[in-house]
């Protein structure tokens, strides 16, 4: 095993020189969440229950692409992947039996990221539970140890799946996410977490459904973390960590009346039932619920739609199921084909009343009070040491990702065993009115951060308008999250391991104009909050390899790929091009680039025209293609940084670069402070169109191969001790008409971006 390229110390990442060093990464990939065969995209109906025999091999792309992907990936300026793999991909033949082939695979790739220099944290996704339950993550055979029948999830509306949707291009946007309160996922999640407290009838092979779910997902991400150690040449050098799960959900746990919706459900689309109502569709009934709509100012009302199933439950049939086709003994107490939760005696099936409305609120033995918090503090960080023993069992010296739930408060473990050194606090952020309604909202945004914390005495006080507000309002979201981080859990880096925009706004209209404007200003802003928030780092969602413009990501209707291969090229690369230019402070810029290397107003105009736009690429160099909106996130940000990183940040509308540091020493000659600098926003041109204003020291801007072409430019500084800051000015395209690479006058396509959505309001 190597030695550690990277160690914790307090909130910061630091290299074997002591140097800070900054995660600037994104999610590989979205398409992990699927089996590639047979493909099966959300979607895509044929052969979807078959699931036992899938495979993930080829994910997230065959190994073949790989050099594609991790070049483009390193050129722009990624050093850290979180690789997505998923329970189902170890585990989807059945308890026990993994997939060999997938796991060599996943090495494989792992062993081809290495030779590009990345930093990688393992992700055992999910969403919403499994595929099976609209989302991804577990394998087929949970959903049937639960004792639910996912082939009437669709009649039932256990769960709302886009693979069982009538007309799958017309599933409802956003609506998957409304899963977590439904039936199918509602129940898992309480049995995953709390299965021994609120169904002690459940059991298999002598076990409680709780204890046989996380012991058979710890132990398939275990046996992959042992693969990977036994791999001998990828923990240290490469793998530094490993993440919890993605995205926890407490299920029904403290519910505080079945009968009613929890305040604390803030989605609502689409069919909203209440718990007790999904439990009565659930097992056949006709029911009446109110519908709901997501409009600017949040999810209301919109009308009533019946449910009716027509008798069908989603409870396996006994009659017709074979329980003994995973090889487990299910308990006697617990019946097939009926729900678990009428046997509890949580409602009666005979006259369809409810009995316990409150059965969630309270702890069955102790009687505590359980929300939220105790969820998090209890049945989470249970989950949690449990995870955390079965790979530190394998590797000691992992670095630990603790995610808890998204946009809530982290758990109370400063100055317990749990405040862990070797431990990052990992978090998510979205705005959720651009991700739900799919619009970028150029005048108002809300503090939704603020509103659950009780900071306004009113919802209407969150609200926030104008530019400026906006920005500023994501910045201090995420730097309260952090500081929340550093209040209950200690002092550990906070990564932010999610945060992104959809692309197919406006009914995807960039797709037919290719004015990427509103994409632009919605990354520049979520941009914006990461640097200022002081974040030890970040991994955006998301690389999607197979993103098309019509599905999107191929999940659920999202689209949220910085990369689609119907997008063109728009930006230039150094193609491996080793040539530097050194510099002392009082050195202009010079250059030795050919003009054939820079990308000018002209010929961003020409990738972008819509007749360019086709499905299949003429560009020579194929790891180019696919860029859209790419000015907003190929942008600078420090790699290593001798001393600790006071603020930096990018202003991409005057194309100006800032870092503030504090330096314990001089720089040593070989280990300086490095920044990357995108050559499409600093360009080394004759005209000097990049400029560089340090407080002391030398610098020098190279470009850098990394791998087999995979090129970078960067700016290597040395400096003194002390306060020391470094400015950065490049080609800041101003509206209007420009000199083109021809001599044409030509109008700036970044400043039509600028005309039409930067003036405005950006959230």
């Known amino acids: 095993m190597s030695p550690p390229r990277l160690r914790i110390s307090g909130t910061t990442f630091l290299d074997p020189q002591n140097r800070t060093i900054y995660l600037h990464g994104l999610n590989l990939s979205g398409d992990t ?16 229950f078959d699931a036992d025999n899938v495979s993930f091999v080829d994910r997230p792309f065959p190994l073949a692409e790989a050099h594609t992907h991790f070049a483009r990936l390193k050129r722009w300026g990624y050093n850290t992947i979180r690789y997505i793999f998923t329970w189902e991909a170890l585990e989807h033949a059945g308890p026990g039996r993994y997939d060999e082939d997938f796991i060599r695979h996943t090495i494989e790739v792992l062993r081809l990221a290495k030779r590009y220099g990345f930093y990688v944290f393992m992700d055992p996704h999910q969403d919403v539970w499994s595929r099976f339950t609209g989302g991804s993550g577990a394998p087929m055979w949970t959903i049937y140890a639960c004792g639910l029948d996912p082939e009437k999830f669709h009649v039932t509306q256990a769960a ?47 076990k409680n459904i709780q204890d046989y779910l996380q012991d058979h997902f710890v132990a398939a991400c275990k046996h992959l973390a042992l693969r990977i150690r036994e791999a001998g040449d990828l923990e240290g050098d490469l793998v530094i960590g490993y993440e919890s799960v993605n995205e926890p959900n407490k299920g029904m746990i403290g519910h505080p009346d079945l009968s009613k919706l929890p305040e604390d459900q803030k989605l609502k689309k689409g069919t909203t039932p209440t718990a007790f109502q999904a439990m009565l569709s659930g097992s056949g009934r006709a029911i009446q619920v109110d519908t709901y709509d ?18 069908e439950s989603c409870w396996l049939d006994p009659n017709t199921w074979d329980d003994t086709r995973y090889g487990w003994k299910r308990s006697e107490s617990w019946k097939l084909g009926e729900d678990l939760w009428a046997q509890h005696g949580v409602w009666d099936p005979a006259n369809d009343q409810l009995l316990l409305p409150h059965y969630f609120s309270n702890h069955p033995k102790t009687g505590e009070v359980l929300n939220q918090e105790y969820w998090t503090n209890n049945n989470f960080l249970e989950y949690y040491r449990k995870y955390k023993a079965a790979i530190r069992d394998v590797w000691p010296e992992a670095v630990m990702l603790m995610q808890p739930g998204p946009f809530e408060i982290p758990p109370s473990i400063k100055d317990t065993e749990d405040d862990d050194q070797n431990m990052v606090f990992a978090s998510h952020f979205y705005d959720g009115i651009t991700l739900i309604t799919k619009k970028w909202n150029k005048v108002w945004n809300v503090d939704v951060l603020g509103i659950l914390r009780g900071k306004y005495s009113s919802p209407a006080f969150a609200i926030k308008l104008g530019e400026t507000a906006i920005r500023n309002c994501f910045k201090d979201q995420l730097s309260t999250v952090r500081q929340e981080g550093i209040d209950y859990m200690g002092e550990h880096p906070c990564l932010y391991t999610e945060i992104g925009i959809p692309y197919d706004m406006d009914e995807q209209k960039a797709y037919r104009t290719g004015d990427y404007s509103s994409q632009s200003a919605a990354i520049d802003a979520n941009h914006y909050a990461l640097e200022g928030s002081k974040a030890a780092g970040f991994t955006w969602w998301v690389y999607t390899a197979s993103n098309s413009h019509f599905w999107g990501d191929n999940w659920n209707g999202e689209d949220l790929s910085v990369y689609s291969k119907e997008d063109r090229q728009i930006l230039s690369s150094s193609h491996g091009n080793s040539a530097k230019i050194s510099m002392d402070p009082s050195t202009p810029s010079s250059s030795q680039r050919s003009a054939d290397d820079l990308v000018t107003p002209a010929t961003m105009k020409k990738t972008l025209s819509v007749d360019q736009m086709s499905r299949t690429s003429t560009n020579p160099d194929p790891g180019n293609s696919g860029y859209r909106a790419a000015e907003a996130f190929i942008r600078p940000h420090p790699e290593v940084v001798h001393g600790t990183i006071e603020s930096h940040g990018f202003d991409l509308k005057t194309c100006t670069f800032t ?22 926003h600093f360009p080394q041109q004759p005209d000097h169109s990049t400029t560089v204003e340090v407080s002391g020291g030398k610098w020098e801007i190279r470009h850098e191969e990394v791998q087999d072409g995979a090129g970078q430019q960067v700016l290597w500084w040395w400096h003194g001790a002390g306060e020391q800051k470094v400015v950065v000015k490049g080609l800041r395209r101003k509206r209007g008409v420009v000199s083109s690479e021809e001599g044409v006058q030509e109008e700036s396509y970044l400043d039509a971006y600028w005309q039409m959505g930067r003036n405005c309001c950006v959230m």
């Open 33 to 48: 969440k699927l089996p590639a065969h047979p493909d099966q995209s959300s979607h895509i109906r044929q052969h979807f």
């Open 160 to 206: 709302m799946v886009q693979n069982t949707w009538p007309e799958p291009a017309k599933y409802p946007k956003m609506v998957w996410a409304t899963n977590y309160q439904r039936l199918a996922c509602a129940t898992i999640f309480t049995l995953f977490f709390a299965g021994r407290d609120f169904a002690p009838k459940c059991a298999l092979d002598g």
């Open 294 to 311: 997501f409009g600017s100012f949040g999810p209301y009302k919109s009308g009533k739609e019946v449910i009716d199933p027509k008798g």
């Open 659 to 680: 870092l503030s540091l504090t330096s314990p020493s001089p720089t040593p000659q070989d280990h300086p402070t490095v920044v990357f600098l995108p050559d499409f």
